[in-house]
């Protein structure tokens, strides 16, 4: 057992070597517990410091293969890791990933709520940003755009949409 990947201590409770509760059981693709044993996703590190084009590219690639709870990881890290002045913009990404796995979970009333919180947030630190509309690339507009949009569609049809199919583009549209 090591630091990060957790395990079962005596008490019944999933601690890393250092003591700290870690959740050691699998988890599909939307970031679900599956009993212990079972087959699952590999779980994305915790604590890697990634610069912001590996942290983006990460996501995306993350967000396509339909695994929004992971992508959430890897931005709570860039959150947690970032300048001071960007730990709001990647938080707010993460809202937006962590609502698209709610709303793929359907929990359309929590995902719906996380993702216009997500929008909001990354609306107000563009808004905040002076000139930076577009950091790392990253189409903040479009993409608070598209999470009032999913929002809408989830309070409307009330059931889950699939995490593939709804995936933002995090750079904007190409082509």
Known sequence: MNATSGGRRGNGRDRDTTG???????????????????????RQPEGVVRSPEETVTEAQALLAAGKPFHAHEVFEDAWKSGPEGERTL?????QLAVGLTHAARGNTTGGARLLRRGAGAVEEWAA?????????????????SW?????????????????????????GRRG
Not at 20 to 42: I, Q, S
């Open 147 to 171: 999470a009032r949009e999913l929002a809408t569609v989830v309070e409307r049809e009330g059931a889950a949409i699939s995490a593939v199919t709804w995936a933002p583009r995090l750079r």
């Open 90 to 94: 990647w938080r707010g990404l993460a």
């Open 128 to 144: 905040g940003a002076a000139g930076r509309a577009r950091p790392h690339e990253l189409d903040l507009a479009e993409l608070a």
């Open 20 to 42: 700290r509760a870690r959740n050691a059981r699998p988890r599909d693709g939307l970031g679900r517990p599956l009993p212990y044993g079972a087959d699952g996703v590999e």
